[in-house]
């Protein structure tokens, strides 16, 4: 059974920065597609970065939507079976829910953004930023 679990959300002043985690359990860590969304109150959810792996076909391919390029940074730690991601000059609009997928046993060019590619999704983490 696939089983996912983000955390390290939490509350930040405008300007900072957080890590959320996704530790992942009950699949190889080979093949997948990994994506991090986000859900603000009274939006829909919104896709904001994802990164794939396959071998011979993607290595670490990744995506980020244009709102948060050039201060997040997703990573992924085969080891662990984790992925992170690195949120720097926080703002406002950047609170949410954040939600880790799994595209598990996956093989992707690129990392899909759409949801309904998702199997697999976690609980979620909250991540508050005051202005």
């Known amino acids: 059974e696939v089983q996912v679990a983000e955390s390290g959300g939490g509350l930040v002043q405008a300007g900072g920065s957080l890590r959320l985690s996704c530790a992942t359990s009950?699949?190889?860590?080979?093949?997948?597609?990994i994506a991090w969304f986000r859900q603000a109150p009274g939006k829909e959810r919104e896709g904001v970065s994802c990164i794939s792996s396959s071998e011979g076909v993607s290595d670490g391919s990744t995506y980020y939507a244009d709102s948060v390029k050039g201060r997040f940074t997703i990573s992924a730690d085969a080891d662990k079976n984790t992925v992170y991601l690195q949120m720097n000059s926080l703002k406002a609009e950047d609170t949410a829910v954040y939600y880790c997928?799994?595209?598990?046993?996956?093989?992707?060019?690129?990392?899909?953004?759409?949801?309904?590619?998702?199997?697999?999704w976690g609980q979620g983490t909250q991540v508050t930023v005051s202005s």
């Open positions: 009950g699949f190889i860590f080979d093949d997948y597609a």
């Open positions: 997928a799994v595209d598990a046993w996956a093989v992707w060019q690129q990392c899909p953004r759409t949801e309904d590619e998702y199997d697999y």
